[in-house]
């Protein structure tokens, strides 16, 4: 930011005025909002070994760099792009590089990335790289590559989320800065994506395999598939057959031209690469090398993120693009090279160590390491040379960073990207840039201001994607069970919003009919949610109400379902809104708030939370495949619970005014209480039975909360889908249309009702298996994958 004499440069004016003015307060504020946006669009990042996503860290003052400067430095990221593609061509080519005497061949032959099942017997595909992200850092003497992702790059979908949400922290300075777009980097990923299909193929078919919601950048992964409008597949939606690639889909199996990777190379196919691996596609590897599907990026490439390459890379460039390398890297030495080794050797404490590949061992500074480790370092380099590296450390720039309550420099780099197009490499205007504080990486949003992007030739954004893309199995299980969960968090809210009135009326000014209903109305929570008794005293029941709202590893609980939805929702991200983390947010927030703010307040919370949910997917989604599903979880899932909690509170319910209590309890649990007063306003007053309860939350086919409303919109719902439609629908809906409410709602000389008994419990069953049917009918798919590893459980 600033310059040698401690100016600010005009550059940095903007952010310079912005860390003038508000003071710590107004920057705390700024954080706070980043904060909460990173929170709304559900921006998140898993670290390796933890449980569940965490918030993306991001620093809402952003890292300035003069466009000019840019222009000439992208020009350099271009080159390392195109050079990578082609030294990865060579090498799982004709490897004339290695036949000159330009590389090692230890080098390349003994690193774990360089797959020899890779190598080709025909032409090779157009790219074989296709996305290049390039660490860059800039030192005493300008900017220097520090690393190499040609592998499966991430980061460029994480600096569109931080763009989006810096500009909206930062409005009135992002809008006053001339500041390059991102969007253009990835509308020639669009176009470069069909570019790079098999030849002969007119209208290809993309998708994104990565590893799953569980992966560490999944919510990039989701956001690219978005941003791209590609399908987002895991290997268990592909199969290969008849020498193709194929995606399976509710309709059958659709051909795969072209597969953008987020997986490791090798975990992509248990055949030729790790045999353990679950998240691959058994034959990838086979027709992807003969081109009948272009993997992007080729499943070799990780062998260039190797820093033993550095020293061979400036006359690789003059030999393969004839032209010398733009971005130099910090002068390094690989130890596989007899004098290479003795000059890390004989200055260990001096250089940054670091392996041929990342599985070996972390990077470490020699300066940091004990008299002792430095002699244990030496001994493993000196048995195994080729394995290690040693760099000059580089002393990069700062830029002010917000850290806690302070603005601190702190040293930065920037992750840039380029994508293959076909006029060849579109650099992002930005990047992904970093900072390391006290609890780890912090993201930065990168702005190019200054001088005009280079002129871009107009080109048309191609669709990617077919008129109907295919809906996979696992997908159509996803949606549907996110239907099922979210309703089933509404039921239970709603459930316990309702009987927790009843208690707190219990707790103020009991009287008789409130006593005498709540062992029915606990009993109904208990039975309907499945997690038995609350107790007996006054403290146990408070105690099991407030763990029924908040203990999220108990099945039954609020907590346990509202969870549930959000890991369903982040299993088909890709399919939904961004809108949709905003109420999906306010759920989790309304459940981290019942220590402050009580129980109640967070059921009405997530009843509010909820009801925006299903507003916003209802008008977000398209009426597809994956729609109808969503919808019939959501149907199921309200049906069984209306048949659950009728069956549990008026079976047995007490006679008088504590059985009318009970059922009005089940109409506000049903939100029908009001259409029941409005309909029938005698009953109350005259004392009459639950036949009209009864009538209204079962039979009534104009009640969007009775069980005969859902299974008729169930019925369209499946009769949109594939197949024919499951037995139990018709078993269903012929129990239903033969109940009798009045004969149900007679009760017997113990004054339960067996009859209503009788006919909910065959209803329950009848539903249970539609449920079960409809899964078998939609969401099986092959046998779960399982290692070809011959040794695997042998000992």
């Known amino acids: 930011m600033r310059a040698a004499d401690g100016s600010v440069r005009p550059l940095w004016a903007g952010v310079a005025a912005l860390l003038d003015r508000p003071g710590l307060a107004g920057l705390r504020s700024r954080r706070e909002d980043t904060e909460r946006l990173l929170a709304d669009e559900g921006v998140a990042y898993r670290p390796p070994g933890a449980d569940e996503p965490q918030a993306w860290r991001l620093d809402p003052l952003p890292l300035v760099l003069d466009g000019a400067e840019w222009t ?13 593609d082609r030294l990865l061509a060579d090498l799982y080519g004709p490897r004339t590089v290695l036949d000159r005497g330009l590389l090692p061949v230890e080098l390349i032959d003994g690193h774990p990335g360089y797959l020899h099942a890779w190598r080709r017997s025909v032409g090779r595909p157009r790219r074989e790289v296709f996305l290049a992200g390039i660490e860059l850092g800039r030192g005493p003497d300008g900017w220097t590559v520090l690393d190499d992702r040609v592998q499966a790059p991430s980061g460029a979908g994480y600096a569109m989320a931080g763009r989006r949400v810096v500009s909206r922290a930062l409005a009135g300075l992002h809008r006053r800065s001339p500041i390059r777009r991102l969007r253009p980097f990835f509308d020639a990923m669009r176009t470069g994506l069909p570019a790079a299909a098999p030849p002969g193929v007119d209208e290809p078919r993309i998708v994104l395999l990565h590893p799953g919601p569980e992966a560490e950048t999944a919510y990039e992964q989701a956001l690219l598939s978005s941003l791209l409008g590609i399908g987002l597949v895991r290997g268990s939606d592909l199969t290969v057959r008849g020498g193709r690639l194929w995606q399976q889909s509710l309709g059958g199996l659709d051909p795969v031209d072209v597969v953008l990777r987020r997986l490791d190379a090798q975990w992509c196919d248990p055949l030729d690469l790790r045999p353990d691996s679950l998240l691959g596609v058994p034959g990838l590897v086979e027709v992807a090398r003969v081109g009948t599907v272009s993997v992007l990026n080729g499943l070799g490439s990780e062998v260039l993120e190797n820093p033993g390459l550095a020293p061979y890379l400036p006359q690789l460039c003059r030999a393969l693009l004839g032209e010398d390398l733009q971005i130099p890297a910090p002068q390094t030495w690989w130890c596989g090279d007899p004098a290479g080794r003795a000059h890390v050797l004989a200055r260990l404490g001096e250089l940054v160590i670091a392996p041929i590949a990342r599985d070996i061992a972390e990077p470490v500074h020699g300066a940091a390491l004990t008299a002792a480790e430095r002699e244990e370092l030496a001994a493993r380099i000196t048995a195994e040379p080729h394995l290690w590296t040693g760099r000059v450390p580089v002393e990069l720039s700062t ?23 076909d006029t060849g490499w579109e650099v992002l205007d930005g990047g992904l840039g970093m900072v390391t504080d006290a609890d780890g990486v912090l993201a930065k949003d990168v702005w ?15 669709s990617i994607l077919p008129a109907t893309p295919p809906l996979s199995p696992r997908t159509a299980d996803d949606l549907f069970w996110f239907g099922r969960y979210a309703e089933r968090a509404e039921a239970t809210a709603r459930l316990l919003r309702a009987v927790d009135d009843r208690w707190a009326d219990v707790i103020v000014s009991p009287d008789g009919a409130v006593l005498t209903a709540m062992p029915t109305l606990l009993a109904a929570v208990a039975a309907v949610t499945g997690t038995g008794p609350l107790g007996r005293s006054t403290d146990e029941v408070a105690a099991g109400l407030r763990a029924l709202v908040c203990d999220r590893e108990r099945p039954g609980t609020l907590a346990f379902a509202v969870h549930h939805t959000i890991r369903t929702a982040q299993a088909v991200r890709e399919q939904l809104s961004t809108d949709t983390w905003l109420a999906l947010g306010r759920l989790e927030s309304a459940l981290a708030g019942v220590g402050e703010h009580g129980e109640r307040d967070a059921l009405d919370e997530v009843v509010a939370g909820l009801l925006a949910l299903w507003g916003i997917v209802a008008d977000g989604l398209v009426r597809d495949a994956g ?11 309200r049906a069984q619970q209306v048949v659950a909690l009728v069956r549990a509170a008026l079976v047995a319910s007490p006679r008088g005014a504590a059985g009318r209590l009970v059922a009005e309890t089940v109409l506000i649990a049903t939100e029908s209480v009001i259409t029941h007063r409005r309909r029938h306003p005698q009953d109350a007053a005259a004392g009459r039975g639950i036949a009209t309860v009864l009538e209204l939350l079962l039979t009534d086919t104009e009640n969007p909360r009775a069980v005969a409303f859902q299974l008729a919109g169930l019925a369209d719902d499946l009769a949109r889908l594939p197949g024919r439609p499951p037995a139990a629908m018709g078993r269903a809906t012929q129990l239903l249309a033969t109940l009798d409410v009045h004969a149900l709602s007679t009760r017997s000389a113990d004054g339960t009702r067996p009859a209503l008994d009788t006919a909910l419990a065959e209803l329950a069953t009848a539903l249970a298996e539609l449920a079960d049917q409809v899964a078998a009918t939609h969401f099986a798919v092959a046998l779960p994958p399982h290692p070809f590893d011959p040794l695997a459980g042998t000992g």
Do not use: K, M, N, Y
């Not at 201001?449 to 191609?462: M, N, Y």
């Open 399 to 421: 830029a002010p960073t917000l850290a806690g309550d302070a603005t601190v420099d702190l040293p930065v780099s920037v992750r840039a990207f380029a994508v293959a197009s």
């Open 72 to 84: 000439g430095l992208a020009r350099g990221v271009a080159q390392r792009a195109e050079l990578a």
């Open 627 to 637: 729609w109808h599903l969503l919808a019939a979880g959501r149907r199921i899932e």
């Open 448 to 462: 190019i201001v200054g001088e005009p992007a280079p002129p871009r030739p107009d080109q048309t954004v191609p």
